[in-house]
């Protein structure tokens, strides 16, 4: 059992790794319809071979229901190990901090969701252990969170002193900038352990497929604090993020 490779990114005093629990971590279910053509009586993981109902859309023995990999996202400041603060705390600590600075929100949030949802394979398909036929190579897991941090450094720069505000959090107070940092890489663990939008867009070609867990789910929660006609969110999905 290979695990996917650690990558650490570092602002200011802080690092965040992104680690693969593999088989000892809380594995997920894999949500991907794999066998959605009902074509195919081998289970799909490579190398496994097990026959399965030709009418299992999952394409997954059970043996291999749930993921093998396991994304989590490791803080340290001062290299001390550090708990991260949740989706939900992040999320409340920017949206009370916007309101006092009338910084709008929704810009980085709207960014955030056009580059994650849809754009981040599984875990199980970042570790190459199903093929997929006729999508493009895929990129890693570091470009991919290189790409997000891209993104939150055109709201929150660098150069800017700003993006080094302490906001508070359950977990103790975070300079925006790396709440911004770690809330990514939240995502990108979150999607890939969770979702099933991006094999639904690519691979099924027919994105209105998924069941918009993973990441989606984090943005809901940010849409339903900010927006005032409502977005439903099961109990379920709440205690998760
Ligand atoms: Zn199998």
Redesign the pocket.
Request: proline share 0%; charged share 10%; glycine share 8%.
């Given at each position: 059992m290979t695990a996917l490779s650690t990558f650490t990114r570092i602002i200011a005093d802080w690092e965040i790794s992104i680690k693969d629990n593999s088989v000892v971590g809380r594995n997920k279910s894999n949500p991907n319809k794999l066998n959605y053509l009902k074509d195919d009586r081998t289970?799909?993981?490579i190398g496994?071979?097990?026959q399965?109902n030709v009418r299992r859309t999952s394409g997954?023995?059970?043996?291999?229901l749930n993921h093998e990999h396991d994304l989590l996202l490791e803080l340290k400041y001062n290299g001390v190990i550090k708990g991260a603060p949740t989706h939900k705390e992040i999320i409340d600590a920017l949206v009370k901090w916007s309101i006092t600075r009338n910084y709008n929100l929704i810009p980085l949030f709207s960014s955030l969701s056009f580059n994650v949802l849809g754009n981040i394979p599984d875990v199980t398909t970042l570790a190459e252990k199903v093929i997929h036929l006729g999508i493009p190579a895929l990129l890693d897991l570091e470009d991919i969170f290189d790409n997000l941090i891209e993104v939150i450094e055109n709201f929150f720069p660098k150069e800017n002193n700003s993006s080094f505000q302490p906001l508070i959090t359950p977990k103790g107070d975070f300079p925006v900038i790396v709440l911004a940092h770690i809330y990514v890489g939240l995502l990108l663990c979150e999607e890939s352990n969770r979702g099933d939008r991006w094999f639904c867009r690519m691979v099924r070609k027919d994105e209105s497929r998924t069941t918009q867990s993973g990441a989606g789910m984090s943005i809901g929660y940010f849409a339903k604090k900010t927006f005032p006609w409502g977005v439903e969110m099961k109990d379920e999905v709440l205690y998760r993020l």
């Open positions: 289970c799909k993981i496994c071979g097990n399965i997954l023995c059970n043996n291999h």
